[in-house]
């Protein structure tokens, strides 16, 4: 078994520990947490036609007040004690109306 000096021994040490420490340092970008920007669906443009009459219930003939509207995905006219889904969709817009068929509130989901 040959034996080493200890000058070698401690330059292999160096080496082995120039390696471990350069295992552990890391140039990746930490991943982005940031949130993407909320989708406007639409509803905001419609914040004071509260009252006015729903007209329509697809996104390309729906009327509100007698103007068209823009949405940026589907539409969905919500009547008293119809049956709903609770799935999140931040781009469908939410026209719920009162038995007379006026808006009582505009919301994205």
């Known amino acids: 078994m040959p034996i080493l000096k200890p000058s070698h021994a401690l330059g292999g040490l160096a080496i082995a520990a120039t390696l471990a420490l350069a295992a552990c340092s890391s140039t990746t970008t930490p ?5 993407p920007p909320p989708v406007d669906c639409g509803a905001q443009a419609l914040a004071g036609m509260t009252g006015q009459p729903v007209i329509g219930s697809t996104a390309q003939d729906v009327r509100v007040g007698g103007q068209a509207i823009n949405a940026a995905g589907t539409v969905r006219v919500i009547t008293p004690g119809m049956a709903v889904t609770q799935d999140f969709r931040p ?13 009582v509130r505009a919301y994205c989901s």
């Open 31 to 35: 991943p982005d947490t940031s949130m």
């Open 91 to 103: 781009d469908r817009l939410n026209l719920e109306v009162d038995a007379s068929g006026n808006l």
